[in-house]
């Protein structure tokens, strides 16, 4: 057994950078075998007794497998909020903690928001939360994605009506439908594969991450005419998007007659982000 943090650290170099492995063997020690930051700072030993031991012992196991952290605790930070995460659902990222924070600056109270791909519910959760008001609606095309987005809710104490919908094969069915659609569909190429680390590969859903090489805006383009069709005049639009083809995706809205048609970094300088505006009159 890894008996102080500085055997974790060790241990866990073995596998990730340093410092990942850092910040992996401190949310160990400190948040899931109790040792206080005191303790962690000054490399006292953790906790010795049975129970410690087998728990330790399956976290190193996993962790040393590549298994996401969040996985392991069976929860995600997004936005100040613990969420429910497992397999089948896509660990929140900070950059759509971003999205969600560029969205609620610009958006007033009330109106109807569609969050396209909801995975967890993070960012419909979330709105259903911050915009007084709000009514939100959450599609995904997986039944065990949708189970984790309605337990989230649940807890969290948030309103959203959740729904099994494929956004690739959805028919626009009434215009004005809702005043905003976000998502963050799947954007990662299948020749983007070989850069992915092996804790997403592994363990992520794929159908959640990855888009044909030849076809890497379908989703855009999918929601992006159901949003002609279904968002209201002066309805905004919003995505997250691979950093490889933000323009691209601004240029495909605005084919298809958005206007006010932006694009923004994440904190990490990387072209990320689409938001664009349904036009006023149609």
């Known amino acids: ?86 397999p089948g659902v896509l660990v929140p990222r900070p950059e759509t903690e971003e999205l969600v924070e560029r969205m609620l600056a610009e958006m007033p109270a009330g109106g109807r928001i569609l969050d396209v791909g909801t995975g967890s519910g993070c960012i419909a959760v979330t709105l259903a939360l911050e915009v007084p008001g709000a009514r939100v609606e959450a599609w995904d095309v997986s039944p065990e994605a949708l189970s984790v987005a309605r337990r989230n809710s649940r807890t969290l104490g948030a309103e959203v009506d959740f729904a099994l919908r494929d956004a690739l094969a959805q028919e626009p069915d009434g215009a004005g439908r809702w005043d905003v659609i976000v998502s963050n569909p799947p954007y990662v190429t299948e020749s983007e594969r070989a850069e992915m680390e092996p804790n997403v590969l592994r363990y992520e859903p794929a159908g959640a991450l990855f888009v044909p090489d030849e076809d890497p805006l379908r989703f855009y383009r999918c929601i992006g005419q159901l949003g002609r069709h279904c968002l209201t005049p002066g309805g905004r639009i919003y995505f997250e998007a691979n950093r490889t083809f933000v323009q691209d995706t601004a240029k495909l809205l605005q084919a298809q007659g958005f206007d006010e048609v932006r694009t923004g970094r994440d904190l990490s300088g990387n072209d990320r982000f689409v938001m664009a505006r349904q036009p006023m009159l149609r």
Do not use: S
């Open 1 to 86: 057994m890894l008996r102080t943090p500085a055997e974790w650290r060790n241990k866990l170099k073995t596998r990730y950078d340093d410092r990942e492995a850092a910040a992996l063997a401190r949310a160990v020690c400190c948040e899931m075998l109790g040792q206080g930051i005191a303790g962690y700072v000054l490399n006292e030993p953790l906790p010795q007794d049975e129970a410690a031991r087998q728990r330790a012992e399956d976290i190193e196991n996993r962790l040393l497998r590549y298994e996401p952290l969040q996985y392991i605790q069976g929860k995600a930070r997004f936005l100040g909020r613990d969420f429910h995460v497992e």
